[in-house]
């Protein structure tokens, strides 16, 4: 069975600082989606990065970046320079076989809490 | 503007009975999805729907029924028979079984 952990529960940071959250994921498929949610107070969750399992690339988005490594099973996500509008729960999802739009497994989520 | 459409945002109900969630999309996404979160926790897929008239279960949908007559619409009941319906519900879509879920802005379910 696909299982996703994220084992920090919460951060707090300091505007400007770096964030890292951590993702490990567990499945038996050779074939797979990752995703990243943000998750801000008003509840909606927006979709931030989809990777597959076949694309180790790593990637940039403005401040965002995504470490993914199949050889640990993680797909890390960085928040360089934080604002306090990236105060939110941010989720790890993976979903297994051939298509992304399968069922999403969810972890637990990370809130984020980024003070001025 | 395109995008998920969950009403209301907050909803109130008397133990017993059974209350329905609404969800819209004009998106033209194929896929439709339910998910209920619960505080403090990450998200579990309740039912999932890839075409009109099809639906299928999910990890928890005990207590749950839902419907797809329409592309647009997945609206999903909670029944009497779930134990403990007090959550915030999520509605999600995709264009197909190979692209990422965009969600709605949720309701948040009481039962008192």
């Known amino acids: 069975a696909q299982k996703v952990t994220q084992a920090q529960t919460e951060i707090s940071v300091v505007e400007k600082e770096d964030v890292t959250l951590d993702c490990v994921y567990e499945?038996?498929?050779?074939?797979?989606?990752l995703f990243w949610y943000k998750q801000p107070p008003s509840g909606e969750l927006v979709f931030l990065i989809r990777?597959?399992?076949?694309?180790?690339q790593n990637e940039i988005s403005g401040r965002y970046s995504w470490n993914f490594q199949k050889s640990t099973s993680s797909f890390n996500f960085t928040i360089t320079a934080s604002q306090v509008v990236d105060s939110a729960v941010y989720f790890c999802?993976?979903?297994?076989?051939?298509?992304?739009?399968?069922?999403?497994?969810f972890g637990g989520g990370t809130r984020v809490l980024v003070k001025p | 503007d395109g995008g998920i459409t969950q009403s209301p945002k907050y909803l109130f109900r008397k133990e017993g009975q059974n209350v329905t969630l609404s969800c819209e999309q004009n998106?033209?996404?194929?896929?439709m999805y339910w998910y209920r979160q619960d505080p403090g926790q990450g998200l579990r897929l309740i039912y999932y729907?890839?075409?009109?008239?099809?639906?299928q279960k999910g990890d928890i949908a005990e207590g749950y029924s839902v419907s797809r007559e329409k592309k647009e619409s997945f609206p999903l009941t909670v029944t009497s028979a779930q134990k403990n319906p007090t959550a915030f519900y999520l509605c999600?879509?995709?264009?197909?079984?190979?692209?990422?879920?965009?969600f709605g802005p949720g309701t948040r379910l009481t039962v008192t």
């Open positions: 729907s890839q075409i009109v008239n099809d639906f």
């Open positions: 499945t038996r498929d050779t074939t797979y989606y």
């Open positions: 998106l033209n996404h194929d896929a």
């Open positions: 990777r597959n399992s076949f694309d180790e």
């Open positions: 999600a879509s995709s264009i197909g079984r190979a692209n990422e879920q965009y």
């Open positions: 999802a993976l979903s297994e076989g051939i298509a992304a739009g399968n069922k999403l497994t």
